[in-house]
């Protein structure tokens, strides 16, 4: 069984960074697909950042909106995703999650909310 736990939210004013987490119990972390999606109160969820699988550094692809902001990245070594966000913009509250595909399966995180304190 595939667990992926997310830490990291909380409270930020906009501008303010956040980083956020996604701890897997992946045996072979490094070949697979991680992606960050969010979902905003009222709203689909989307994704926000995703790395493609491969051994070694893949290159992340972004939504539009946070292009520049945020920087998703990997620490083969403890099995963890990282979302870096920068300058958050305001109404930006929702519940992040960690995502990825293992043999055709999907599997989600819990999720970790991040709320605008403004």
């Known amino acids: 069984q595939v667990q992926l736990v997310e830490s990291g939210g909380g409270s930020v004013q906009p501008g303010e960074s956040l980083r956020l987490s996604c701890a897997t119990s992946l045996t072979f972390f490094s070949i697979y697909l991680m992606a960050w999606y969010r979902q905003a109160p009222g709203k689909q969820r989307e994704l926000v950042a995703s790395i493609p699988k491969g051994d070694g550094y893949q290159t992340p692809n972004y939504v539009d909106s946070v292009k520049g902001r945020f920087t998703a990245s990997k620490d083969n070594a403890k099995k963890t995703m990282y979302l870096q966000m920068n300058s958050l913009l305001p109404a930006g509250t929702a519940v992040y999650y960690c995502?990825?595909?293992?043999?055709?399966?999907?599997?989600w995180g819990q999720g970790t909310q991040v709320t605008d304190s403004d």
């Open positions: 995502y990825t595909e293992v043999k055709s399966r999907t599997y």
